[in-house]
């Protein structure tokens, strides 16, 4: 069983930074970081394997978010940078014990069972 905490978020401008935390328990192998605007379905935003040692993003944030992930700490993060109102949505963490070569299975909600609590980022512009 691993669980989720999320922490960090807010507010920012248009052209600005954030910093996502998510501190785990246990050793998940795959971690991602997905996001959900209003209206919309949930769509990844970035994933890392353990033992693969590779890192995915989507399209639209390649760039611009790098997610790491510091073992010692057990804390899964994500910078953001560059923000843009399209960035705004409420943001997950997820993790599973189960790793894939294949980086669409990476950036699928179904190859996670573990999650956050979400927090809410906002863009204005």
């Known amino acids: 069983q691993v669980q989720l905490v999320q922490s960090g978020g807010g507010s920012v401008q248009a052209g600005g930074s954030l910093r996502l935390s998510c501190i785990y328990t246990a050793y998940p192998f795959a971690m991602a970081w997905f996001r959900q605007a209003p209206g919309k379905g949930r769509e990844a935003v970035a994933a890392m394997s353990e033992h693969l040692g590779s890192t995915t993003y989507a399209e639209s944030v390649k760039g611009r978010f790098t997610i790491s992930k510091d073992s010692l700490k057990k804390t899964l993060s994500l910078q953001m940078d560059s923000l843009e109102p399209e960035d705004t949505a409420e943001y997950y963490c997820?993790?599973?014990?189960?790793?894939?070569?294949?980086?669409?299975?990476?950036?699928?909600?179904?190859?996670?069972?573990?999650w956050g609590q979400g927090l809410q980022v906002t863009v204005s512009s």
């Open positions: 997820a993790a599973d014990n189960t790793e894939y070569s294949a980086a669409s299975r990476r950036l699928a909600e179904s190859s996670y069972a573990y």
